[in-house]
């Protein structure tokens, strides 16, 4: 049997790109930033050179306030890369400032519905170093 995780990477690696680069660097330093127009306010995930709502090509980095809202989830059975031992959570969480960002919830699981528990973001280190942001259920703000 081939071992098909053998030459995958543990947690792969960001994309460092020109637009990315500075929400990468804001995770390492544990304050997520995201691009936020200058034109009409909105906030931008993925990075890019445009707002997705005005098309503004200014903006500035603000850093998050880590709330957001699970939109979606789903429990994986079956592993993909050794970093990720199922079953994990993957869930799409909708941040306070409006973006929709997928990523994972650590800790506990909620009680019942999933959709529209609040989260707040955690950063996680690798095995490599990486941090990486992910979310767990804000207790503190349960409905």
């Known amino acids: ?13 960001p994309v460092m790109g020109h637009y990315d680069r500075p929400m990468w660097e804001s995770i390492a330093a544990r304050r997520m930033a995201l691009q936020c127009c200058r034109n009409c306010g909105a906030f931008r995930y993925p990075p890019g050179p445009a707002c997705p ?3 503004a090509e200014e ?4 850093p998050l306030s880590g709330m957001g809202t699970i939109m979606s989830w789903v ?3 079956r592993q993909y890369l050794p970093a990720y031992p199922a079953p994990y959570h993957a869930i799409a969480v909708k941040l306070e400032e409006g973006p929709v960002m997928i990523s994972n919830l ?12 609040k989260v707040r973001i955690v950063y996680s280190e690798t095995a490599g170093g990486q941090t990486l942001p992910r979310f767990r259920l804000d207790l503190q703000h349960r409905d």
């Open 59 to 62: 903006a500035d980095w603000k």
């Open 1 to 13: 049997m081939v071992d098909q995780h053998k030459n995958a990477a543990a947690v792969p690696t």
């Open 106 to 117: 650590e800790g506990p699981q909620p009680e019942g519905a999933w959709i529209g528990q």
């Open 53 to 55: 709502k005005c098309l």
């Open 75 to 77: 429990v994986f059975h």
